[in-house]
């Protein structure tokens, strides 16, 4: 990885909240956390951990799935390059809800709790910008738990 973290701020200059960042607080974000490469089917975090960071995708796909009793994994999506997840882990101190598994060769930014915390703390634009997109994120994602969960429903009331 350049030390300028130039094709990483590429990256994620074409993807919503981080679009609307400028390059230097890109970089910041960049330099704030790890970038870390995974091969398929290996497990970011598991359903049930304590989270304490979040990831942005700069490559590839990760599979967010759950398991169910005597059924086995079910994936509840599929995110792609500058998707992020485990941000409810900047929110509050629960477990994991779901797993998180490299779908293909994956590469993360890894941005820690306690680092996104600072940048809030000092009052850095980008972090709210950043917060303001994972709020919107975790609307649209509970609207589709909505919609999905309503479906489920319509079927069992058939039986």
Partial sequence: MSEDYGAEVQTLKKHFPFDRLKADELTLLCKSGQVKDYSNDDVVFNEGDMGDY??????????ISTVIPEVGEESLSILYEGDFFGEMALIDDAPRSAAAIAHTP???????????DRMVDHNNPAAYWILWGLAKKLSQRLR??????????ALIRRF
């Avoid at 994956?106 to 996104?116: G, P, S, V």
């Avoid at 589709?144 to 429903?153: N, S």
Wanted: aromatic content about 6%.
């Fill in 54 to 63: 979040f990831c942005i995708i700069l490559s590839g796909s990760i599979r």
């Fill in 106 to 116: 994956t590469r993360l930014l890894i941005i820690q709790k306690d680092e996104f």
């Fill in 144 to 153: 589709e738990t909505d919609q999905r969960l309503k479906a489920i429903l």
